[in-house]
């Protein structure tokens, strides 16, 4: 872990600088370590400042708490995802979900460690969790990537069955993403296992989606997952 | 909260007794009001203790620490479940494991504050979540409900299918518990909405499952289960 040198100088906000951007680094990094060694709780804003070689008020200037740094963590991997998924290539809803969903793995993947980490957090903490209103911005970046993988794909959908496929593929990938967080199996070969297993799968809902009535089923899942998951809880079920 | 009273025998036991037995009772559901509002991690042993209105003393000697209350809980909860899953009627498998997620909802209903103050422990703790070693006879109680009610559902079916049908129902069962646990619509309508439409969904598979290659299919999911989730990360995948 490289440590970080302290220099001060009035008026200039920390980050801004060339030398201000690497001392922020250095420290969300010593952050994230100490985070994926001991897990959110166990890792205090004492000990990250120990670990990156600087002063608890240096450390502060940054970054006012853990949860900011978390933010942070959530806000880079979405937009490098974000990135990643430029790269999706024509083609039907499934193969572009399937896409999506391998390149979320892939860039979360080196990550495993923190996130593994920070699982109670982004499952069970109301306030930086999954859902919350802090990492809205994260996840609606992340949410538009299946958007555009269905609006965009090879099939002609009306826009509002668009969306619903779309809500309904993002909410299978976090569960792709919590099955990988707990998957115990060596390397996640399970992960990977699950994939082709939903690959098939997805094959008879295709089959399936002709079927009278599909459409229904997909906008009532879609709108049990507004209103229990994704919505303020407040929205009237449809 | 009930005051707890203190009384020192030499070589009682502690819980042994009916007094024992009640002071117990009164310090476990101070430990479990207090995670309740205050989340797992910010409860201490030492406040716990302050609100049953005993020496922290006292409460070690009940409990050594705030996992044992956790796992105490895992155990009453699951074995309430396997007693309102005695009234399971005669069925098919779909009707059965329908009725046996109502009543795991039933059952867990009255506790809903602290699960959710646990959901993160219960997610994301190696130690005391779902697939941890310490709570395997909880688990297993709750799994074991599933297996019977595939296993003596009207349909015939082999016994290594029967139980891998029942794994994958008990793992859909624990995906509906954690819905539920995040469900932010008003009294958790949109978990009694995604299980009518399980129902739904379970009579396409229903009709899905006499098709040809149906079997391998849940064999394969059932396999992918057991290699990430439920094994102990060290099985060859089937």
Same mark, same amino acid.
Do not use: C, N
């Given at each position: 872990?490289?440590?970080v040198?302290?220099?001060k100088g009035?008026?200039?906000?920390?980050?801004?600088?060339a030398?201000?951007?690497?001392t922020?680094q250095?420290?969300?990094?010593a952050?994230i370590?100490?985070?994926?060694e001991?897990?959110?709780?166990?890792?205090t804003?004492?000990?990250?400042?120990?670990?990156a070689?600087?002063?608890?008020?240096?450390?502060?200037k940054?970054?006012?708490?853990?949860?900011?740094?978390?933010?942070?963590?959530?806000d880079?991997?979405?937009?490098?995802?974000?990135?990643a998924?430029?790269k999706?290539r024509p083609? !039907?809803w499934r193969? $572009? =979900?399937?896409?999506?969903?391998?390149?979320? #793995?892939?860039? &979360? +993947?080196?990550?495993?460690?923190v996130?593994?980490?920070?699982?109670?957090?982004?499952v069970?903490?109301p306030?930086q969790g999954?859902?919350?209103?802090?990492?809205a911005?994260s996840?609606?970046?992340v949410?538009?990537?299946?958007l555009?993988?269905v609006?965009?794909?090879?099939?002609?959908?009306?826009?509002?069955?668009?969306?619903s496929?779309g809500r309904?593929?993002?909410?299978i990938h976090l569960?792709?993403i919590?099955?990988?967080?707990?998957?115990? !199996?060596p390397?996640? $070969? =399970?992960t990977?296992?699950?994939?082709k297993l #939903?690959t098939? &799968? +997805?094959?008879?809902?295709?089959?399936?989606?002709?079927?009278?009535?599909?459409?229904?089923?997909?906008?009532a899942v879609?709108?049990?997952?507004v209103?229990?998951?994704?919505?303020?809880?407040?929205?009237?079920?449809?």
């Open positions: 872990m490289a440590q040198t302290e220099r009035p008026g200039r906000p920390p980050g801004r600088t030398q201000g951007h690497a922020r250095a420290l969300h990094d952050a370590d100490l985070i994926a001991r897990g959110y709780e166990q890792a804003m004492r000990d990250i400042a120990t670990r070689g600087v002063s608890p008020g240096l450390l502060y940054y970054f006012p708490g853990k949860q900011a740094v978390v933010l942070e963590l959530y880079t991997l979405s937009q490098r995802y974000a990135e998924s430029l999706m083609g !039907s193969e $572009r =979900a399937l896409f999506a969903m391998k390149a979320s #793995l892939a860039v &979360l +993947g080196p990550h495993r460690d996130l593994v980490a920070l699982t109670p957090v982004l069970g903490d306030e999954l859902f919350a209103t802090s990492t911005g996840r609606q970046r949410q538009g990537v299946f555009t993988a609006a965009e794909a090879s099939e002609t959908l009306g826009r509002k069955e668009a969306e496929l309904i593929l993002y909410v569960a792709v919590l099955w990988w967080l707990l998957d115990k !199996s390397e996640q $070969r =399970a990977s296992r699950l994939l #939903l098939r &799968l +997805g094959a008879v809902v295709g089959l399936a989606s002709r079927l009278p009535g599909a459409k229904g089923v997909m906008r879609d709108g049990v997952i209103d229990g998951l994704l919505g303020d809880g407040t929205a009237a079920p449809a």
